[in-house]
């Protein structure tokens, strides 16, 4: 069944009330003009809920915008959808080309060794969302009662391709990112996945909070952080950003969750999103804020393996890289969500008390991600 405006319709009521499905929702490819992003390949996603979002094919198939109901749930970066013919060598370009969104990839390939005299190369984002996708393709089709909308693509960074579906279906607000990567080749390779899913106003505003599945909250010197560091303060430059590592658990499927919400938005019905991914492939997760005026963002961010900083080449950091081996294949998939209202936000951090107070009364359980001071390192 697909549940629209309140109430749920078979296949047969909704095609005897429009012509075409795109009256209702649908996907649709195409490219933008103009500017730094003239000819960058899109593809738009409208469930008919109130959730529409962007696939950019041109960049990695990385999510560029989503919005639920007209209210952004993400930030938008100046540089906006800009084209990979425009990707500048070294941290600084990367950061000038940063659209941000809803979701940005950091990898796929992990630099281990610092950069030779006078060589130029990104070392810790990666170059995942500048790479084009070939193989694109979008579509949606019923399957009984569902209405699926999807979109693929195939990226390459030398042997290692990885492979990206986004899926959703008509009636949803939450759609599912399911990558799978592949070494092509003979040689191990230092492969690294980073989801930077991004919060922006409205969800972030003085005393917008993040929550999860977490039991500790560390910096990078495995030091014990403040909990006040999840929550968000008004704009200002005196307040600083930085990014630290949450240690999560996971229910007994192994998925972890984590949630960005603003309780006070809209005179207090609130709105906000959910992300649930699995902590086997995916056992880091890293909580990064900015609270500045001009760059207003939470970044709650799963990911493969924590950063190596590589002038200082930390050996326990290396230790956990876990090279990709030739012929090898990973998978990783996120679920993010809308929160629309409190009640929904109430109940989902109800759900994620209920898994940390599980975990806390089985403290042998091994449903738990990691962190830089090793498992169970809390």
């Known amino acids: 069944m697909v549940k629209l405006y309140g109430r749920e319709y078979t296949r047969e009521e909704l095609l005897d009330r429009v012509d075409d499905m795109s009256q209702v929702g649908g996907v649709r490819m195409s490219r933008l003009q103009h ?44 540089a906006r959808e800009m084209h ?14 940063f659209m941000e969104g809803m979701l940005t990839t950091c990898g796929p390939i992990y630099h281990t060794k610092p950069p030779a005299p006078g060589e130029l190369r990104t070392i810790k984002h990666g170059r995942a969302t500048w790479t084009p996708a070939r193989s ?20 390459r960074e030398g042997a290692l391709v990885w492979e990206r579906t986004v899926r959703t279906e008509l009636g949803a607000t939450s759609f599912t990112v399911h990558d799978r990567v592949e ?56 307040n600083q950003g930085g990014a630290h590592d949450e240690l999560m658990c996971a229910d007994e499927n192994g998925y972890a969750y984590a949630v960005m919400c603003n309780r006070t ?26 609270a500045f005026p001009d ?27 876990q090279p990709l081996a030739g012929g090898a294949v990973r998978e990783y998939e996120i679920e993010i ?34 962190t830089h001071t090793g498992r169970h390192g809390y």
């Open 35 to 78: 500017g730094p992003e003239d000819g960058v390949l899109v593809v738009d996603f409208n469930t008919g809920s109130g959730l529409r979002f962007t696939v950019v094919p041109s960049r990695g198939m990385d999510i560029s915008a989503t919005e639920y109901g007209g209210q952004s749930l993400c930030p938008r970066a100046t």
């Open 84 to 97: 990979p013919a425009f990707f500048e060598l070294g941290t600084q370009g990367w950061r000038r080309g």
């Open 136 to 155: 694109v393709a979008c579509d949606e089709a019923w399957a009984g009662d569902r209405y699926l909308m999807w979109a693929t693509g195939k990226m």
């Open 183 to 238: 070494n092509q080749g003979r040689q191990p390779i230092g492969h690294r996945f980073q989801y930077h899913i991004n919060a922006g106003f409205p969800v972030v505003d003085e005393g917008a909070e993040f929550t999860s599945t977490s039991l500790g909250l560390w910096n990078r010197r495995g030091q014990a952080v403040d909990p006040a560091f999840r929550t968000v303060e008004a704009p200002s430059y005196d």
């Open 265 to 290: 938005f809209r005179e207090g019905q609130g709105l906000g999103y959910y992300i649930k991914y699995g902590i086997e492939t995916l056992p880091f997760f890293v909580l990064w804020k900015s």
């Open 295 to 321: 760059r207003y963002v939470m970044g709650t961010e799963p990911t493969s393996h924590m950063t190596v900083d590589p002038q200082t080449m930390d050996p326990d950091r290396l230790a956990q890289l």
């Open 337 to 370: 969500g809308v929160l629309p209202d409190n009640q929904a936000i109430d109940a989902m951090v109800a759900h994620m008390g209920e898994l940390v107070a599980d975990y806390c009364a089985h403290p042998t359980d091994t449903r738990i991600g990691n």
